[in-house]
């Protein structure tokens, strides 16, 4: 699969081979392909749970965050998992 020029596997061998892998030694990923993205305002708390496949609803303790893949018009993953983080006081409500 084509990544930025590079080719990259969709899959080393298998799920289960790579959590093995993991587990026994130690696993890298490279987010530098990623970016931080702040959401403000009154309705951002609902824009995400209708974004989401997670529930927005868990993330009750500032600082703690909830892995989910974002959701397409048919409700399928349509990205690669992402990590929300709940606002710390102070920062921009929900």
């Known amino acids: 699969m084509d990544f930025g020029g590079w080719d990259m596997p969709v ?3 298998s799920q289960i081979g790579e959590h093995h ?3 026994r ?3 890298v990923f ?3 392909h990623m970016c931080v993205v702040d959401l403000r305002g009154a ?3 609902a824009l ?3 974004l989401l496949a997670n529930d927005v ?3 009750k303790t500032p600082g703690k965050a909830l892995y989910s893949c974002m959701l397409n018009e ?3 993953s349509s990205t690669t998992p992402s990590s929300i983080t709940c606002p710390t006081p102070g920062s921009a409500p929900w």
């Open 74 to 76: 048919r409700g399928g």
């Open 11 to 13: 899959q080393y061998s």
């Open 21 to 23: 892998a993991v587990r």
């Open 25 to 27: 030694a130690a696993g």
């Open 30 to 32: 490279d987010v530098s």
């Open 57 to 59: 609803a868990k993330l």
């Open 48 to 50: 995400l749970q209708r």
């Open 43 to 45: 309705r951002v708390r």
